[in-house]
C-alpha cells in the first residue's frame, strides 16, 4: 500500500509546488490541509505515514496543530516535518517541543525535502 | 537543514561567546549542505526553478479579484523567493493616488517612508525590473528606502505600479536566477492580471447596475 503523507499549508502556491514536488519524484498518496484545524481532522481520519506542516497559518499554527496530533494516541509517532520561514534556533527550539521531528526552511528545496520525506519513509531510513 | 534532535538549548557551562561560534558553524554547515545538494542533484536546480515558474505563473491566473492577484504576488515573494518584507503598490486616478494592496513584514516606520515615496518611485519607474548590487547603475531614491528588488506593472508604456521587495530571509544568500525569473514573470504578469481584475470589478459593479435598472 502506498504510503500518505499530509502536506499543510494556507498558501495554495507552496502547496502547488510541494504536490508537484511528490508527484515527480515520489510514489506516495498526497493529502492535503489548509490550516492546523482541518489537518488534525485530516490526520486523525486518514493516518499518514508522515505530515509536512507550515508554521504560519490561520486558525491553528503549526506549532499548536503538531502538540495537538502529538495528544492523539494514532498520530503519537507520526514523523511531522515543520516548514518555517526562519532557521532560526527561538523558532526551532518552539517546534521541536511542540513534538516535531524535523523542520525545512523557506523557499522550499526539493532536493533537500525529498531527502528528508524519503529518509523518513524507506524501511532502512525510519526514523523515530 | 535538519537537526537529527532537538532542542538545542545552551548548557550552563557553555560561554555565550563559544555558543555564538558553535551556532555559526551550524550556519555553515547547513550553506555547504545546501550547496553540496545542487551540486549532488544537478537536475534539481532546473526543475525547481520550472515548478516555481509555473507555480507562480499558475497562482497570478487563478486570482480574480484585486486583493487576491495581491495576495498571489505575496505569496510568490514570501514563498517562492524568499522575501521577508515587501509591498505591493498601485497607482490610480492617473497616478496621482498611491495605494498599499499588499504587504509583509514591514514595519511602520518602513512603511511610512514608502509612502512617502511611492508616487515618486511609480514616477521615475521605467519598465524594467531593478535588482539592487547587481551591477548595474544604483537608483539612489530605492537604495535610500533598502529596496533589494523593484518590479515595476508596466502596462501600455506607463508605470501602473510596483513590488518593493525588502529583506530577504535570513537564509537566502542574494536572489538567484531563478529568483530573476520569477521576477521577470511577476513584471510581465502581474501588472495585466491587477488590470483585468479591475476591469472585472467594473464589469460586475455595470451588471449590478443594470439588474437594478431592469428592476425598477
Redesign the interface.
Known amino acids: 500500500m502506498e504510503k500518505k503523507i499530509l502536506l499543510v499549508d494556507d498558501s495554495s502556491t507552496t502547496l502547488l509546488m510541494e504536490e508537484m514536488l511528490f508527484r515527480e519524484h515520489t510514489n506516495y498518496e498526497l493529502l492535503l490541509a489548509r490550516n492546523g484545524e482541518e489537518a488534525i481532522r485530516t490526520a486523525i481520519a486518514e493516518e499518514p505515514s508522515l505530515i509536512l506542516m507550515d508554521v504560519i497559518m490561520p486558525k491553528m499554527d503549526g506549532f499548536a496543530a503538531c502538540r495537538e496530533m502529538r495528544r492523539h494516541p494514532a498520530l503519537r509517532r507520526v514523523p511531522i516535518i515543520m516548514v518555517t520561514s526562519r532557521g532560526e534556533s527561538r523558532n526551532v527550539e518552539e517546534g521541536f517541543e511542540s513534538g516535531c521531528n524535523d523542520y525545512v526552511t523557506k523557499p522550499i528545496n526539493g532536493a533537500e525535502l525529498i531527502e528528508i520525506v524519503n529518509g523518513y519513509l524507506t524501511d532502512n531510513g525510519q526514523r523515530e | 537543514?535538519?537537526?537529527?534532535s532537538?532542542?538545542?538549548?545552551k548548557p550552563r557551562h557553555v560561554r555565550e561567546t563559544d555558543y555564538a561560534r558553535l551556532?555559526q558553524h551550524l550556519r555553515d554547515l547547513?550553506m555547504r549542505?545546501?550547496q553540496q545538494?545542487?551540486e549532488?542533484?544537478p537536475g534539481?536546480a532546473k526543475?525547481?526553478a520550472l515548478?516555481?515558474l509555473?507555480?507562480?505563473a499558475?497562482?497570478l491566473h487563478?486570482a480574480v479579484k484585486e486583493g487576491a492577484v495581491a495576495e498571489?504576488i505575496v505569496?510568490?515573494g514570501?514563498?517562492?523567493?524568499?522575501c521577508?518584507q515587501m509591498a505591493v503598490i498601485v497607482a490610480s486616478g492617473k497616478r496621482k493616488n498611491v495605494d498599499f494592496i499588499g504587504s509583509v513584514g514591514l514595519n511602520r516606520k518602513q512603511l511610512k517612508a514608502v509612502r512617502m515615496s511611492a508616487r515618486e518611485i511609480i514616477e521615475e519607474a521605467t519598465g524594467s525590473v531593478y535588482i539592487a548590487n547587481d551591477g548595474g547603475k544604483p537608483d539612489p531614491l530605492l537604495q535610500s528606502l533598502g529596496i533589494t528588488a523593484f518590479v515595476p506593472f508596466w502596462l501600455d508604456y506607463t508605470t501602473k505600479g510596483a513590488i518593493a521587495f525588502f529583506d530577504l530571509?535570513?537564509?537566502?544568500n542574494g536572489l538567484d536566477s531563478t529568483d530573476r525569473e520569477l521576477l521577470t514573470l511577476l513584471r510581465a504578469y502581474a501588472g495585466p492580471c491587477l488590470s483585468t481584475s479591475k476591469q472585472n470589478r467594473r464589469r460586475r459593479l455595470n451588471e449590478c447596475h443594470h439588474e437594478a435598472a431592469y428592476d425598477r
Open positions: 537543514m535538519t537537526l537529527a532537538g532542542p538545542r538549548q551556532e547547513s549542505y545546501r545538494c545542487a549532488v542533484s534539481n526543475y525547481m515548478a516555481k509555473y507555480a507562480g499558475q497562482r487563478q498571489a505569496e510568490i514570501s514563498n517562492l523567493i524568499g521577508e530571509l535570513p537564509q537566502r
